[in-house]
T-cell receptor
Framework: EIVLMQSPGTLSLSPGERATLSCRAS???????LAWYQQKSGQAPRLLIY???SRATGIPDRFSGSGSGTDFTLTISRLEPEDFAVYYC??????????FGQGTKLEIK | EVQLVESGGGLVQPGRSLRLSCAAS????????MHWVRQSPGKGLEWVSG????????AYADSVKGRFTVSRDNAKNSLNLQMNSLRPEDTAMYYC???????????????WGRGTLVAVFS
């Protein structure tokens, strides 16, 4: 089972700043089969990024994903007030189970 | 509108059973694999079970294997999760989730329901 570790656990930033979130896998994630989800308080998760770097439909271009192998990054170029939420990475494409990282909480400084 | 709506959650004592359902609308349900993902209060996401478009591939997390059974009825556009021998650690919000693909294990999740809450306690 691939274990995903996200860092930092909490990130405190101000609107307009750049956010960099990390997701590290315990073993190589094949074919960059990594997704990122955003979860706002009281809501279901929403798909942001798939294939490590492809934005989902309707996701603003301030969100970008990068990485391969065991190290992946989600970057939000200029934070908007609605971006403060919890972000999860997920690996897929290997035999079940799918695994998620423990999440990074992005909070307003 | 494409949506997934879960139902069937509630309060239940340890050892009892509960059946969750998910109604899909606005999509060709039998084109896609489906999953259940849960989230314990204040915690992260845990994949619970998945089922391919034709029910040919089914998988469970080790934590629920032998206790939970996933099924689908493509004629009714519905996904189900039969949960037996419930434990306090099964307490969570349970989300119905759509896969991008049909087979079940190769793709990401692109649509989530709003969830149904299951609470297991004496």
């Amino acid at each position: 089972e691939i274990v995903l570790m996200q860092s930092p656990g909490t990130l405190s930033l101000s609107p307009g700043e750049r956010a960099t979130l990390s997701c590290r896998a315990s073993q190589s994630v094949s074919s960059s089969n990594l997704a990122w989800y955003q979860q706002k308080s009281g809501q279901a998760p929403r798909l942001l990024i798939y294939g490590a770097s492809s934005r989902a439909t309707g996701i603003p271009d301030r969100f970008s994903g990068s990485g391969s192998g065991t190290d992946f990054t989600l970057t939000i170029s200029r934070l908007e007030p609605e971006d403060f939420a919890v972000y999860y990475c997920q690996q897929y494409g290997s035999s079940p189970p799918y695994t998620f990282g423990q999440g990074t909480k992005l909070e307003i400084k | 509108e494409v949506q997934l709506v879960e139902s069937g959650g509630g309060l239940v004592q340890p050892g009892r059973s509960l059946r969750l359902s998910c109604a899909a609308s606005g999509l060709t349900f039998d084109d896609f694999a489906m999953h259940w993902v849960r989230q314990s209060p204040g915690k992260g996401l845990e994949w619970v079970s998945g089922i391919s478009w034709n029910s040919g591939n089914i998988a469970y997390a080790d934590s629920v294997k032998g206790r939970f059974t996933v099924s689908r009825d493509n004629a009714k556009n519905s996904l189900n999760l039969q949960m037996n021998s419930l434990r306090p650690e099964d307490t969570a919000m349970y989300y119905c989730v759509k896969d991008v693909g049909a087979s079940g294990w190769d793709w990401w999740f692109d649509l989530w329901g709003r969830g149904t809450l299951v609470a297991v306690f004496s």
